[in-house]
C-alpha cells in the first residue's frame, strides 16, 4: 500500500521557522519525484517545491525560493521542507505527493502531475 505522510505542520509566529516531513512508503521511493503543493482556504493548490530524489534537483515556487529548502534522506525514504522566515501568506495545508521525474518536470507545478498524495499538514502563520 502506497503511503505519504506528512507531519510538522503548526502555529508559527512571522519570522519563525517550520520543517515538514513526508515519510513515503510503498512504492520506489528513489524512482520518483516528490512534491510539496499547499492549499490556503479559498484558494486553489499550488506548488511549492519538488525533488527528483535520484539527483537531488529542485524546483521552488518564486514566492519561496531562497526561503524553503526541499532535502531527502534517501534511508528513510523521506522528504523534508525546511520553512523559514515565515509570513502570513504562507498559511495553507502542506501536501506531499510522488509523481515519475519525467511526468513532473513536464506538468510540474500542476497538481495534475502527482500519482500519490498525502493528507496534508496544517501549517499557519498569523498575521
Known amino acids: 500500500e502506497v503511503q505519504l505522510v506528512e507531519s510538522g505542520g503548526g502555529l508559527v509566529q512571522a519570522g519563525g521557522s517550520l520543517r515538514l516531513s513526508c515519510a513515503a512508503s510503498g512504492f520506489a521511493f528513489d524512482n520518483y519525484a516528490i512534491g510539496w503543493f499547499r492549499q490556503a482556504p479559498g484558494k486553489e493548490r499550488e506548488g511549492v517545491s519538488c525533488?527528483?530524489?535520484?539527483?537531488?534537483?529542485?524546483y521552488y515556487l518564486d514566492s519561496v525560493k531562497g526561503r524553503f529548502t526541499s532535502s531527502s534522506d534517501n534511508a528513510k525514504n523521506t522528504v523534508y521542507l525546511q520553512m523559514n522566515s515565515l509570513k502570513p501568506e504562507d498559511t495553507a495545508v502542506y501536501y506531499c505527493a510522488a509523481a515519475l521525474p519525467h511526468i513532473l518536470k513536464s506538468l510540474w507545478p500542476h497538481p495534475l502531475a502527482m500519482d500519490y498524495w498525502g493528507k496534508g499538514t496544517l501549517v499557519t502563520v498569523p498575521s
Open positions: 525533488i527528483t530524489i535520484s539527483d537531488g534537483s529542485t
